[in-house]
C-alpha cells in the first residue's frame, strides 16, 4: 500500500510513518500532562478561546485581532476558499490560481466552492514559475494559492515573489500563502502582513509541534481580509483538548527546538544515502525530502510498506514523475527507513 487508508486506525501500521510528514518525535510531554489534567466541566462547557488567542499571537509576534484558530490549517484553507470564491457580480465563475506541484485541497477546496481552479505548471528544477503565475491572473481571479515551503519539493519561494504576486492580484482578491512548514524554513511571510492587507498566511501546529491529531491551526492576516473567513470557520470548531494542548505546546519551546535539529539532522543523512545510491533529490526547507528514485514508485511504496516503512509516493505530481517523499524526523526513525528504502531500491535493480 502506498499511501496512507484513512478507514485503517493509525496504530495498525506497524512500522514508520514516514508518509505523512508527520512528528515523528511526538507531542510534548507538557502536551500529555495538559490533557490529563482536563475537567469533566471544562468537557462539558464550550471551549473558551481568548487566553489561547492571546499566547498564539505572541508567538507569531502579531496582535489576537489578526489570528483566528481554526480545526486545523485544512479548515482555514476551506475557509479562505467558501469566503473568497463566491460567484462574481457578473454571474462569471471566480478563479484560484494554483502553481504546481501543490498540495491537493488547494484545488478540491476551490472547486467544492464553486471557483475554477487555474493550475500554473512547474519550471524545471521547481524553480517558482513567478511570470507565468503572473501571467494566470485575470479579472476573475479571487485566490491565488501559494506553499512556502512548498509541498511536496520542500523548496522555499522568496518573499519578493510573495509581495509582487499581491501587488498584482485584482482589488478585492487575496493570497493564501500555506506556510505549513515555515518552523522549519525559519522564514515567514507574517512579519510583512501589515504592508499587504490582501495576504493570508496559514499556519499549523500538527508538524513541529505534534499536535497531527488534535486538529490545530490558525490564519493570520488584516483584521478586515480575516473578518469574511472568520464567517466560514464553524462556531467553537477549535475543542478544548486542542485548545490546552496548544497552551501547553508553545510554553515548550525546548521541545520543538531539539525537535528542528533532530530534522536537520536527518534530511543531511537522507541527503548523504541518495549520494551514496545516486539518487537525485532537493535540498529541502521543510520537514520532509523529494527523491526521484525513477521507475515504478507506487510498487517501490508498497515494497517498504511490506518491510514496515511507509513513504509517498508522489510520482503522479506534475514536475515530479519517479519521485518519492519521506518525512524526516528523528534521527533514529530516518536511519531505520533509509535502512528499509536502501534495501528495497537494491530489490528493485
Not at 253 to 263: G, I, K, P
Not at 272 to 279: P, T
Not at 281 to 303: H, I
Request: hydrophobic residues 45%; proline residues 6%.
Amino acid at each position: 500500500m502506498a499511501d496512507y487508508d484513512y478507514d485503517k486506525p493509525p496504530e495498525l501500521y506497524a512500522g514508520l510513518r514516514l508518509h505523512q510528514n508527520e512528528n515523528t518525535g511526538g507531542c510534548s510531554p507538557r502536551v500529555l500532562e495538559a490533557l490529563a489534567s482536563l475537567r469533566p466541566e471544562q468537557i462539558a462547557f464550550y471551549p473558551p478561546y481568548k487566553d489561547v488567542v492571546d499566547e498564539c499571537a505572541a508567538h507569531f509576534g502579531i496582535e489576537p485581532a489578526r489570528l483566528a484558530l481554526t480545526n486545523g490549517l485544512d479548515e482555514g484553507i476551506l475557509a479562505a476558499a467558501i469566503a473568497y470564491l463566491r460567484p462574481l457580480p457578473d454571474g462569471s465563475t471566480p478563479e484560484a490560481v494554483v502553481p504546481q506541484p501543490a498540495f491537493e485541497i488547494f484545488e478540491l477546496n476551490a472547486s467544492v466552492a464553486g471557483g475554477r481552479p487555474i493550475s500554473v505548471a512547474p519550471r524545471a528544477e521547481f524553480v517558482f514559475a513567478l511570470e507565468e503565475v503572473l501571467a494566470a491572473i485575470t479579472p476573475r481571479t479571487r485566490v491565488v494559492f501559494l506553499t512556502n515551503p512548498n509541498n511536496p519539493t520542500g523548496i522555499s519561494m522568496a518573499m519578493e515573489d510573495i509581495k509582487t504576486i499581491a501587488r498584482r492580484v485584482p482589488q478585492g482578491a487575496i493570497v493564501f500563502v500555506d506556510e505549513a512548514y515555515a518552523d522549519f524554513a525559519g522564514a515567514t511571510f507574517i512579519p510583512d502582513l501589515q504592508a499587504f492587507s490582501n495576504v493570508i498566511v496559514g499556519r499549523t501546529f500538527a508538524k513541529a509541534h505534534g499536535l497531527a491529531g488534535l486538529r490545530i491551526g490558525a490564519v493570520l492576516g488584516a483584521p478586515d481580509t480575516l473578518a469574511m473567513v472568520r464567517r466560514a470557520i464553524g462556531v467553537y470548531s477549535v475543542n478544548i483538548a486542542a485548545v490546552v494542548a496548544l497552551r501547553a505546546a508553545l510554553a515548550d519551546r525546548a521541545h520543538m527546538t531539539d525537535y528542528l535539529e533532530q530534522v536537520r539532522e536527518s534530511k543531511a543523512l537522507v541527503y548523504a544515502a541518495c549520494e551514496r545510491l545516486g539518487l537525485k533529490y532537493w535540498k529541502s526547507d521543510a520537514n520532509f525530502v523529494l527523491v526521484r528514485t525513477g521507475g515504478d514508485t507506487s510498487a517501490l511504496a508498497s515494497a517498504a510498506a511490506a518491510r514496515g516503512i511507509y513513504v509517498r509516493d508522489r510520482g503522479n505530481e506534475p514536475g515530479c514523475e519517479g519521485c518519492i517523499r519521506i518525512t524526516t524526523g528523528i534521527v533514529e526513525h530516518t536511519r531505520a527507513g533509509l535502512a528499509v528504502l536502501g534495501e528495497t531500491l537494491c530489490a528493485a535493480r
